[in-house]
């Protein structure tokens, strides 16, 4: 069994910085992607930035710049930098991981919880 928690998030101000944290737990045989996902209410899931084990990064447009994904591989944990917030950068965040359990399995995809990030002023 594979656990995804979050942690961070909370309220802050216009231009603000938050930072968010993932920890993938279990039987991993392998990471192969972590990644953050966030959701605002009436809005589709999107992708908000993601880091493969081989350390290539990808960003959501709106983020770049703003936002750093970091990984600590040792540890199974990937780390979101959010700076300069924008009111519409409000949404529930989600971690993602796509791994393998056993070598030779097929690619699964867990998702943590989410924590809520609020902007406003």
């Known amino acids: 069994q594979v656990q995804v928690v979050e942690s961070g998030g909370g309220s802050v101000q216009p231009g603000g910085s938050l930072r968010l944290s993932c920890s993938a737990s279990g039987s991993i045989f392998s990471l192969i992607e972590m990644g953050w996902y966030r959701q605002a209410p009436g809005n589709k899931r999107e992708l908000v930035a993601s880091i493969r084990n081989t350390g290539d990064t990808n960003y959501a447009d709106s983020v770049k710049g703003r936002f750093t994904i970091s990984r600590e591989v040792a540890l199974s944990t990937a780390t979101l930098q959010m700076d300069s917030l924008k009111l519409e950068d409000s949404a529930v965040y989600y971690c993602?991981?796509?791994?393998?359990?056993?070598?030779?399995?097929?690619?699964?995809?867990?998702w943590g919880q989410g924590t809520q990030v609020t902007v406003s002023s």
């Open positions: 993602n991981a796509i791994l393998r359990q056993r070598p030779l399995r097929p690619r699964e995809e867990i």
